[in-house]
């Protein structure tokens, strides 16, 4: 199901908690919502669709949807200054980013994942999981 984005920065800025099995249909309605929005927007988290989970979508190199729940950097390389939108904010803002990133989340299944993205994807990535920290950019 394709969600309303929340633009409401109280609600944004507050930290997400653990995913579970019992949160697949919103990692789903995530997916969803962020196909819907394809042509303006690389990745979303689920607080974008007022669900305080730790669960991300990106697209991949391939414009296919990654979902992912409870994703954590483990290891970051190769620093940069960037400038990011936001679906949920308006305006652009500058962070630092990461070229080179290796991530370990749980796919729907919750099998746990180890893998590493470069570029755009990583950067991505980096956004969707400062929304699950609370983090606005």
Request: charged fraction near 25%; proline fraction near 4%.
């Given at each position: 199901?394709?969600?309303?984005?929340?633009?409401?920065?109280?609600?944004?800025?507050?930290?997400?908690?653990?995913?579970?099995?019992?949160?697949?249909?919103?990692?789903?309605?995530?997916?969803?919502?962020?196909?819907?929005?394809?042509a303006?927007?690389?990745?979303?988290?689920?607080?974008?669709?007022?669900?305080?989970?730790?669960?991300?979508?990106?697209?991949?190199e391939?414009?296919?949807?990654?979902?992912?729940?409870?994703?954590?950097?483990?290891?970051?390389?190769?620093?940069?200054?960037?400038?990011?939108?936001?679906?949920?904010?308006?305006?652009?803002?500058e962070?630092?980013?990461?070229?080179?990133?290796?991530?370990?989340?749980?796919?729907?299944?919750?099998?746990?994942?180890?893998?590493?993205?470069?570029?755009?994807?990583?950067?991505?990535?980096?956004?969707?999981?400062?929304?699950?920290?609370?983090?606005?950019?």
């Open positions: 199901m394709i969600r309303p984005i929340m633009d409401k920065q109280f609600f944004l800025k507050q930290p997400s908690v653990e995913a579970t099995a019992a949160d697949i249909a919103t990692a789903r309605d995530l997916a969803e919502t962020l196909k819907a929005h394809h303006t927007c690389v990745g979303m988290a689920a607080n974008m669709i007022g669900e305080r989970k730790r669960i991300i979508a990106v697209l991949d391939a414009g296919n949807i990654l979902t992912m729940l409870n994703p954590e950097i483990v290891d970051c390389k190769q620093p940069y200054n960037a400038t990011e939108g936001c679906l949920s904010l308006p305006g652009e803002r962070t630092l980013r990461y070229e080179r990133i290796t991530v370990s989340y749980q796919d729907e299944a919750m099998q746990v994942i180890k893998r590493s993205f470069k570029g755009r994807v990583a950067q991505a990535i980096q956004h969707e999981i400062d929304h699950c920290n609370g983090i606005l950019i």
